[in-house]
């Protein structure tokens, strides 16, 4: 294959992920639909068998039959795991394409990083049983790949500022540690909800199917915590010693620089509140989100509106 056949399929492969996560994203949603839908079938069938003159009789049941919402879940997950392979071959065949590590722009850096994101989510998936974050991580990965495609840019050499070996090391570490930031992201702003529900006396059949609050908060900590330690290593030790061979400095306040800076203060303060003021469950999770919030403002927001050394990488 030549380089132009190589870019050629990266670009359908990555356009064929897009749909399938889509249609992940679909099943998904229905399978929450279905759980109402479940939830609400036997209050239905209890009030209707209370009619006078009637005589009720239950529905024969077979257990060998899944719900459908448990169907959906999933098919859900095999559509990701279609979409996930096929956005790492987009991965694999552009940096073939391109002949260097496919993340030298926001469209590579988009595409690699929901790639990563759902690798990492398939894996614990595997370990831990979190398909309970489906529907926040798919829908998050649909809507960095459309950020991705309106910021495409054909396959082709890296500025000179980018040849380094620490480029691999720096993106790869700071990718792998976003994606462990969106899904303590997400298990923070479920906890937020059902404890909210729980408040209420209210917690609907969507909220019952999560774990419960302290479970998720377990797992916001766990993930944020290994995903600060690698942010540690990839965006303030891998990142100016890379910056030292590009421009000659460590360190120059260039504005993803401040911003890295910003986002590892807030993980930080998350971290130590945790553990000397005991900070769990809500204030925990709001310090979380805000942290998110400081990384996709870190990765996408300085280089669509705040010029600096980075801008090569829109």
Known sequence: MTLADYAEFSN?????????LALAFLAHLGELLFV?????EPVAAAAGSGAPGTVAVAPPEDDDVPPRSAVLSRVGVALTVVATGLLVAGVVTRALASQRVPWGNMYEFGLTGVS??????????????????????????????????SAYVPAGPLVPALHSYWL????????????????????????????????????????????TIAAMDRLAYRTHAVGFVLW???????????????????????????????????????????????????????????????????YYGVNIFVPGLHSYAK
């Open 12 to 20: 359908y492969a990555v356009a064929s992920g897009t749909v399938v």
């Open 232 to 298: 540690t290593f990839g965006a303030l030790i891998a990142g100016p010693i890379w910056a030292h061979y590009a421009w000659g400095r460590y360190w120059g306040w260039d504005p993803k620089e401040v911003w890295a800076f910003v986002t590892w203060v807030v993980y930080a303060g998350y971290l130590h509140a945790r553990a000397t003021a005991g900070w769990k469950g809500r204030r925990a999770a709001v310090i979380a989100l805000l942290g998110f919030a400081t990384f996709l403002f870190s």
């Open 168 to 211: 691999v090391i720096h993106v790869a570490a700071v990718m792998i540690a976003g994606a462990l930031f969106l899904v303590g992201a997400s298990a923070s702003l479920l906890y937020l909800l059902k404890e909210r529900a729980e408040n209420r006396g209210a917690v609907g059949p969507i909220l019952r199917r999560v774990p």
């Open 116 to 149: 990563i994101a759902l690798v990492v989510y398939l894996v614990l998936v595997r370990i831990t049983s979190v398909q309970w974050i489906a529907p926040l991580v798919t829908g998050f990965g649909l809507a960095i790949l459309g950020l991705a495609w």
């Open 36 to 40: 109402r839908q479940e939830a609400v």
